[in-house]
């Protein structure tokens, strides 16, 4: 429960909630539960019960497997990960420490006293090193890990400690989560990996119930109940009770006899049961933050979180479908979008203020956030309004082949006709709705587009519209090593021959391979900006070719560069100056028009300890509890 | 033909239907392109292998490669063996998937057709022996009210008034209650409520039209004339008569309102039923799971077709199947 609630983070993507949820925090990187709470004492109930509520049932509880950030925390509830970070973003060493000196080889040691359930015996450095060697570097298993593990050589060096040596230094490989392992017996895998066989290993019973954690979670599950819940019974042998690295509170955790996690589909359901007292905690909706917060039973957390609220705007071939030449791929027009829409008022009438305004790839909390003096803050103070706005879309106009321009307040194409655009958000998301209306009126008034919303399923606009696994592959030889790119992968990017040798769906090719369906503008996703070891961001930014481009962005500042030094830097004060550089270009380039970063706001019941508003919310969760 | 004889053709039948109905899904299946491929190619491609060589690795791993007419075998084989395969949207067999949804769609649904198919008819009646009386009145208001107001949004304020304000009710559904325990029924009485008068009202407003043409017939008044008791006259000459027209049409509405209104309900009170397990396989496109869900429907609707035919001959005497 303290490790890490997904490795989602990594993925990047997030489905755009909004107010949907289930109170997690959901910054994926803490097993942080916002959703957390129990039965509070005020009304009655028992403390003796952690419950929570989560907004939607889970796929899979098998740790080798899951990719969600729900079901993240309902395995660590049972079952810890290597480590997680404190309220001060220091690494805090749960089943193991890493420690480098280059940061190309790192040192795990392994705590001793980490028991399985019988009959697997202690868990060793071993079963780390067979988990990494044989299935996520197996090429067989598909696991989640299995891509940050490529290329990582694992090495035994002691009965309790093993070693990875890295393709290039990385001193934030912690904060990158990728060597954030789970611990699964070596027996209980022997017999998958001897077969190869990744449906049984996908369906193990002992993976999917947790029935091996022995001493490695707070909790043991008792029941998992697809789509109602899961319910768990104290380990009263939680081995960080005997840790001495770690705050005396520990001693004696977890507080509560029992916990629960309840699917509650419905928003109404999940505040009810947060005001009765059912559960300890669940995800405030902005617009009534204020009635949770004169509630004498319930306190309310702000807690800021590294996801963004971001207009993409599709440079495809697919996108732009109002008339000839794309205009979102020139950076003035983009710039003018965002400089067209409010983002303070923005905050303040959709989140009611429980958001940051966002101007760059990084949160205000980061400790890699640039100096605010280099970023151009576009949709605040001088740089808002129709005037400044179209200054700027004039200056795209001039680099289009096609006659764009103005006819008194109205964008028209080089027909005449109001350019229209179409805006797709999450069907059912009130807060998104909002949003998208917000964003349509500011571009109608200060840009004079008009923009049709439309609501739409998100795994459907991710399908159909925003990816595509229909897409030409290069050849390759049996090494697997690239042998000849087909015409359609390659493009020429800002006056460079750019091919795409590993293409993906979230970034298929060049711009003349898309989806389906034709898009202009989304708000369904949100993403992450990584603000622990903001180099992850290369998924997005590291070039045209990066695996993270369903809008077809190509920069035109040398990112590759940018990252490459950033990726030389020997201590974290160099990364965060070589990442300024990189933040600057992105802030001007607006590759997303980028907007808020909405905080998270978590009703708790009065008298639970431990929740705090940062980041880190919820490292410590076997240690919360109620008043005496 | 008999009685008996025509019970069997009517059994084969449902099975003819069950054949046409599972050869279609497996033909729109087949046709449609399969997520579990996509994804594979998907990692391929993110581990920088080949996507082409994995989606060909992943279709004869899940015998993609067969024929056509070996894969429906294949499928018939394990659809009548009850070998569904593998929900991998909640990672369970779907049969136990299907088992255990039911377990919980059971607790509330048989409660509530019960109190449908009873509770409506007799307020129908009821309705049209004091036809135009304030008690139609009150009666008409309820049913066309229950008719309007939406089950979720219905839900959702008596969750408010019972649960949060007066805490009569638990909010969040219990799965670890027993069947037959207080407990259950307070966590049920919401959402049986709520769908009963989602579904009297379209009963009882046809039994009430019904009833109203028998109330006045020939044998009423002979009825009535032999000095036989109001109560008895309406049960016997009345209700009888009335339920035979409306035994055609109950079976599809109940279908029609269990998947529906049940679904909502389901999240709304979060009953983990076969509402929810059915959009859930839905929208994560866990085909197994779809299908299995599907073929549960099917038999339901077919064996529901076929009790009501056979009702029939019990409520109404001048059916019979003799010349069939």
Redesign the interface.
């Known amino acids: 429960m303290l490790g890490i609630g997904g490795a989602t983070a990594l993925a990047g993507c997030s489905g755009n909630g909004g107010d949907g949820g289930d109170g997690e925090t959901g910054n994926g990187t803490d097993g942080d539960d916002g959703t957390d709470g129990g039965d509070g004492e005020d009304s009655g109930t028992d403390t003796s019960t952690y419950a929570t509520a989560a907004a939607a049932s889970f796929t899979t509880l098998n740790p080798i497997y899951n990719d969600e950030n729900g079901a993240g925390n309902a395995i660590a509830r049972a079952l810890d990960q290597g480590y997680t970070f404190n309220a001060d973003n220091e690494y805090v060493p749960l089943l193991y420490d890493m420690s480098t000196e280059d940061g190309e080889v790192w040192t795990f040691e392994v705590r001793e006293g980490l028991q399985f359930s019988d009959p697997y015996g202690e868990v060793t450095a071993s079963d780390f090193v067979y988990l990494i060697q044989e299935v996520h570097q197996g090429g067989w298993a598909s696991s989640v890990s299995a891509t940050y593990w490529t290329g990582v050589e694992v090495e035994q060096t002691g009965e309790y400690e093993f070693q990875a040596t890295l393709q290039s230094p990385q001193l934030l490989w912690p904060e990158s989560y990728e060597p954030l392992l789970y611990p699964i017996p070596q027996d209980l895998l022997q017999p998958y990996v001897e077969e190869e066989d990744a449906e049984g290993l996908r369906q193990d019973e002992e993976l999917l119930e947790l029935q091996f954690s022995g001493n490695l979670g707070p909790y043991v599950l008792d029941e998992w109940q697809r789509d109602g819940g899961t319910q768990y019974s104290r380990n009263d042998d939680y081995y960080l009770q005997d840790a001495d690295d770690l705050p005396d509170v520990f001693n004696e955790a977890p507080y509560f006899e029992s916990a629960e996690i309840q699917v509650l589909g419905e928003q109404a359901s999940r505040l009810g049961a947060l005001e009765t007292g059912e559960v300890d905690s669940a995800a405030i909706p902005p617009e009534r933050v204020q009635e949770y917060q004169d509630n004498d039973e319930i306190y309310v957390n702000q807690i800021p979180q590294p996801y963004n609220e971001k207009l993409s705007v599709n440079m495809r071939d697919n996108g732009w479908t109002t008339g000839p030449g794309n205009m979102f791929r020139h950076i003035p027009f983009r710039q003018a979008m965002a400089a067209a829409i409010d983002k303070q008022s923005l905050i303040q009438g959709v989140f009611r203020d429980f958001a940051e305004t966002h101007f760059t790839w990084q949160p205000r909390f980061s400790n890699f956030y640039p100096p605010e003096d280099n970023i151009p803050m576009f949709g605040v103070g001088d740089r808002y309004g129709s005037e400044y706005a179209r200054g700027l879309a004039e200056d795209a106009f001039e680099q289009s082949e096609y006659e764009y321009g103005f006819d008194g307040e109205t964008m028209v194409d080089p027909d005449g006709n109001q350019v229209q655009l179409s805006l797709y958000h999450s069907a059912g998301q009130e807060t998104e709705q909002l949003m998208g209306e917000f964003i349509a009126q500011e571009l109608g008034n200060n840009l004079g587009i008009d923009v049709s919303i439309e609501a739409i399923d998100g795994t459907r606009f991710d399908t159909e519209y925003y990816t595509t696994t229909d897409f030409p592959t290069p050849e390759r030889n049996e090494e697997g090593e690239v042998t000849s790119v087909p015409d359609e992968l390659v493009d020429t990017v800002d006056g460079e021959e750019v091919e795409w040798t590993s293409p993906t769906a979230t970034n298929p090719g060049p711009r003349n391979i898309t989806g389906n369906e034709d898009w202009d503008m989304e708000i369904v996703y949100g993403l992450n900006t990584f603000p622990r070891n903001p180099l992850t961001n290369a998924v997005f930014f590291d070039g045209a070719t990066g695996s993270y481009n369903p809008v077809g962005y190509y920069p035109e500042f040398d990112a590759q560069t940018l990252f490459d030094n950033a990726r030389q830097a020997s201590s974290e004060e160099e990364l965060a100056d070589a990442l300024v550089d990189l933040f600057v270009n992105i802030a001007e380039e607006q590759p997303y028009i980028m907007l808020a970063f909405p905080d998270s706001t978590v009703g708790y019941r009065e008298g639970l300890e431990g929740p705090i508003e940062n980041f880190s919310n919820g490292w410590n969760l076997p240690a919360w509890r109620y008043e005496q | 033909m008999g009685f008996g004889k025509y019970v069997g053709a009517r059994v084969l039948w449902a099975v003819v239907v069950s054949l046409i109905i599972t050869t279609i899904t497996f033909l729109l299946l087949a046709a449609a392109p399969n997520p579990a491929i996509?994804e594979?190619?998907?990692?391929a491609?993110?581990?920088?292998?080949?996507?082409?060589a994995a989606v060909e690795r992943e279709r004869e791993l899940r015998g993609l490669n067969q024929p056509l007419y070996v894969r429906y075998m294949d499928f018939i084989r394990s659809i009548y063996t009850l070998d569904w395969g593998?929900s991998?949207?909640?990672?369970?067999p779907v049969t136990e998937?299907l088992l255990?949804?039911l377990y919980?769609t059971a607790q509330y649904s048989i409660p509530w057709t019960v109190l449908t198919i009873t509770l409506g008819p007799l307020v129908g009646v009821y309705s049209a022996a004091n036809m135009y009386s304030w008690r139609d009145h009150v009666a008409t208001g309820f049913a066309f009210f229950g008719y309007a107001i939406p089950n979720?949004f219905f839900g959702?304020i008596l969750?408010?008034i019972f649960?949060?304000w007066f805490?009569v009710v638990?909010?969040?559904?219990d799965?670890?209650a027993p069947v037959f325990s207080l407990q259950n029924v307070r966590q049920l009485i919401l959402p049986v409520f709520v769908l009963v008068t989602g579904s009297i009202g379209a009963t009882m407003r046809v039994s009430r039209n019904e009833s109203a043409e028998f109330q006045n017939s020939d044998f009423m008044k002979t009825a009535k004339a032999k000095g036989v008791s109001p109560l008895r006259a309406y049960a016997y000459h009345v209700m009888r008569p009335t339920m035979v027209p409306l035994s055609t049409t109950l079976v599809g509405q109940l279908l029609a309102l269990f998947i529906g209104s049940s679904l909502l309900v389901e999240?709304?009170?979060?009953i983990?039923?076969l509402g929810?397990?059915t959009f859930?396989a839905l929208?994560?496109?866990d085909t197994n799971l779809v299908l299995g869900s599907t073929l549960v429907f099917t038999f339901i609707a077919v064996v529901g077709n076929l009790l009501e035919d056979l009702v029939f001959t019990v409520l109404d005497p001048r059916i019979n199947y003799d010349d069939r």
């Not at chain 2, 991998?88 to 369970?92: G, T, V």
């Open positions: 996509r594979a190619a998907t990692q491609a993110l581990q920088g292998g080949d996507p082409s593998w991998e949207s909640r990672s369970q998937a255990q949804a919980y979720f959702i969750l408010l649960g949060v805490e638990p909010i969040s559904y799965t670890s999240v709304v009170f979060g983990p039923g929810r397990l859930n929208i994560s496109q």
